[in-house]
């Protein structure tokens, strides 16, 4: 079973950036479509970002010019570049495998 593991979340300023990691515990790149969800409190979850297995992007609007996904196939690992945070990017935030594997989430909070 393939596991994923979040890093990077913290607490930060508006303004400000954050990285987000999300270490595989295989190589699955080439298998699934990877994509960055997030849950805001008293929200459903949302899609932030995917990346498919040939390197397509896809943003939601809230977060398109701000935040960029991308992965490094040889450290098996996934990131999310969030630049210009904003109190509303306020969310646990969660990477997703094929739709089908989840990370058990990092906490992302920007507030002055």
């Known amino acids: 079973q393939v596991q994923l593991v979040e890093s990077g979340g913290g607490l930060v300023q508006p303004g400000g950036s954050l990285r987000l990691s999300c270490a595989t515990s295989r190589s699955i790149f080439s298998i699934y479509v990877m994509g960055w969800y997030r849950r805001a409190p008293g929200k459903q979850r949302e899609l932030v970002a995917t990346?498919?297995?040939?390197?397509?992007?896809n943003y939601a609007d809230s977060v398109k010019g701000r935040f960029t996904i991308s992965r490094d196939s040889t450290r098996n690992t996934m990131y999310l570049q969030m630049n210009s945070l904003k109190p509303e990017d306020t969310a646990v935030y969660y990477c997703?495998?094929?739709?089908?594997?989840w990370g058990q989430g990092t906490q992302v909070t920007v507030t002055s």
């Open positions: 997703n495998a094929g739709n089908r594997i």
């Open positions: 990346i498919t297995t040939t390197g397509s992007l």
